[in-house]
Nanobody, 121 residues
Framework: QVQLVESGGGLVQAGGSLRLSCAAS????????MGWFRQAPGKEREFVAGISWSGGSTKYTDSVKGRFTISRDNAKNTVYLQMNSLKPEDTAAYYC??????????????WGQGTQVTVSS
């Protein structure tokens, strides 16, 4: 079982940037397709971005295209989410997880604690 720890969240003004990290232990991330998800208060968890095991393919939900970039460093066993031009509607707890495809299908059963991103207007 991969254990995942998200970090890098915080409070930022609209238009600002944050870089989230997802560190893994237990198994090497290079064996997995990885994704970022988010959950805003009162809403269901939604897929944000996915990346293939090699990093060569990525996919994003429409609302973050052109603003967010998912990447990975398999040597460091870490996945990143660079978030630019942040909007108040990006406010949510952000989670990473293993996924079956870069479209975000079948996330792993175990979720980390997440990292909170709050964007003020």
């Amino acid at each position: 079982q991969v254990q995942l720890v998200e970090s890098g969240g915080g409070l930022v003004q609209a238009g600002g940037s944050l870089r989230l990290s997802c560190a893994a232990s237990g198994r090497t991330l290079s064996n997995y397709v990885m994704g970022w998800f988010r959950q805003a208060p009162g809403k269901e968890r939604e897929f944000v971005a996915g990346i293939s095991w090699s990093g060569g393919s990525t996919k994003y939900t429409d609302s973050v295209k052109g603003r967010f970039t998912i990447s990975r460093d398999n040597a460091k066993n870490t996945v990143y989410l660079q978030m630019n031009s942040l909007k108040p509607e990006d406010t949510a707890a952000y989670y990473c997880n293993t996924i079956k495809s870069i479209a975000g299908s079948s996330p792993g059963r175990a979720w980390g604690q997440g990292t909170q991103v709050t964007v003020s207007s």
